[in-house]
């Protein structure tokens, strides 16, 4: 079997480590002036000892959030506005870092791209909820301000930055799972039309399986049945081909249990058009002749094509068996340059036949309509039924 492929890089990192990684970042830069890193400024006015203890404490609830994203996504992400909230208190900022907002807007976007809309809208609301509470928090509380920073106009302006970057998160994210919902919308309708078909296709080999066989069997039975007393040796006949009929039916069908059953078993092979004179016999010793003819050049045609002409024409017997009245009919082949065109007509009871009902011209219609071909069925204006179709051939058999 082949080796699975990997996971893509966003599926195999956890969604905690892209929120964590540059949360800790943004983190370490908002302090940096307690670590004195080169080349970089530092901030006139370090947090004080109770600052350090809300960027602590902050530090610890942001990261375990991170942790928890996955298995418990609100819990998480409020754990992580959470920690955000006090780093950003104790560190005295005006408002919320940019790259600490970015690890939200990450955690925001795959909780929306996993979660339901109403959850997802539930973490957009507490992302922008936060910017404002903040503020007023920060206020009340009376932390110095620093004097680089503009505490009018700035304020809403960075907040909007903040919320817009949320809402393009959320819409990314929500992006993200309706292109997922349809794929698997796609995949479930597409495996259900399969299954469909499948189902389709089984019924329609069952029944020209069995059909045929069992107009050929009841026939027989009748046959046999009234020449009990008079002609014992032709009723034995009759009973003899009743017992092939059936003993080939049941062969046939349980090769198709087991093709069915065992999806590596060895394929069965397929009948076609060359049977269609063993059809012919079989159906003629029952009593109703068969007179098959052929026009054209023969050839090997797809097995597509030629299950689905065979198929058509043993149905169109069967009906000819049960329904017509008749004892002859007459099978036309014609194997034209780009297309097969088949003919099964009798002289019978064609006026009293429905042409819209059964299974056996349904059958028919199907097989014809999955192949692009044209087909036709209906009584003749002088008497009896006829069944047409018309098959097209693909142009790389056609040319052989």
């Known amino acids: 079997m082949p080796a699975t492929p990997p996971l893509p890089l966003l599926?195999?990192?956890?969604?905690?480590?892209?929120?964590?990684?540059?949360?800790?970042?943004?983190?370490?830069?908002?302090?940096?002036?307690?670590?004195?890193?080169?080349?970089?400024?530092?901030?006139?006015?370090?947090?004080?000892?109770d600052g350090w203890v809300l960027i602590a404490s902050g530090s610890v609830l942001a990261l375990f959030g991170c942790v928890v994203l996955r298995p418990r996504p609100l819990s998480g992400f409020g754990l992580l506005l959470a920690g955000t909230y006090a780093v950003t208190l104790g560190l005295n900022a005006l408002t919320l870092g940019l790259i600490h907002?970015?690890?939200?807007?990450?955690?925001?976007g795959w909780i929306a791209a996993t979660l339901t809309r109403r959850r997802s809208l539930t973490a957009l609301a507490l992302a922008i909820a936060v910017l404002p509470f903040y503020e007023l928090?920060?206020?009340?509380?009376?932390?110095?301000?620093?004097?680089?920073?503009?505490?009018?106009?700035?304020?809403?302006?960075?907040?909007?930055?903040?919320?817009?970057?949320?809402?393009?998160?959320?819409?990314?994210?929500n992006s993200v799972r309706q292109n997922r919902d349809y794929a698997e919308r796609l995949t479930t309708q597409a495996a259900t039309q399969a299954v469909t078909a499948e189902r389709l296709r089984i019924a329609r080999e069952m029944h020209d399986t069995v059909a045929h066989s069992i107009g050929i069997i009841a026939l027989q039975a009748g046959a046999a049945a009234r020449v009990t007393t008079t002609q014992p040796e032709a009723a034995r006949e009759a009973m003899r081909a009743v017992e092939h009929e059936g003993r080939e039916t049941l062969a046939g069908l349980r090769r198709m249990l087991v093709a069915l059953r065992a999806a590596d078993a060895a394929p069965v092979l397929p009948v076609g058009l060359g049977d269609v004179e063993r059809l012919a016999a079989t159906t003629t010793a029952a009593g109703v002749r068969v007179d098959v003819r052929r026009l054209g050049e023969p050839r090997q045609l797809p097995p597509d094509i030629d299950l689905s002409a065979f198929r058509i024409v043993q149905e169109s017997v069967t009906n000819v068996v049960r329904h017509a009245g008749t004892r002859t009919c007459r099978v036309t082949l014609d194997y034209r340059e780009d297309e097969l065109a088949l003919e099964v007509t009798d002289e019978g009871r064609g006026h009293g036949i429905c042409?819209?009902?059964?299974?056996?011209?349904?059958?028919?219609?199907?097989?014809?309509?999955?192949?692009?071909?044209?087909?036709?069925?209906?009584p003749r204006p002088g008497g009896g039924f006829r069944v047409a179709a018309r098959l097209p051939v693909p142009a790389e058999v056609a040319a052989r």
Do not use: C
Not at 101 to 108: E, G, S
Not at 368 to 378: M, P, Q, R, S
């Open 11 to 49: 599926k195999r990192v956890p969604p905690g480590a892209w929120t964590g990684v540059p949360w800790t970042y943004g983190t370490l830069l908002a302090i940096r002036a307690f670590f004195h890193l080169p080349y970089m400024p530092t901030d006139p006015f370090p947090p004080a000892f």
């Open 101 to 108: 907002y970015v690890a939200i807007d990450i955690a925001l």
């Open 137 to 173: 928090t920060r206020t009340g509380l009376g932390r110095p301000l620093v004097a680089l920073y503009n505490t009018g106009r700035g304020d809403w302006q960075s907040w909007s930055a903040l919320a817009l970057s949320a809402v393009v998160a959320w819409l990314i994210g």
């Open 355 to 378: 042409t819209d009902g059964g299974f056996g011209l349904a059958g028919m219609r199907e097989r014809v309509a999955l192949l692009h071909g044209e087909f036709t069925a209906a």
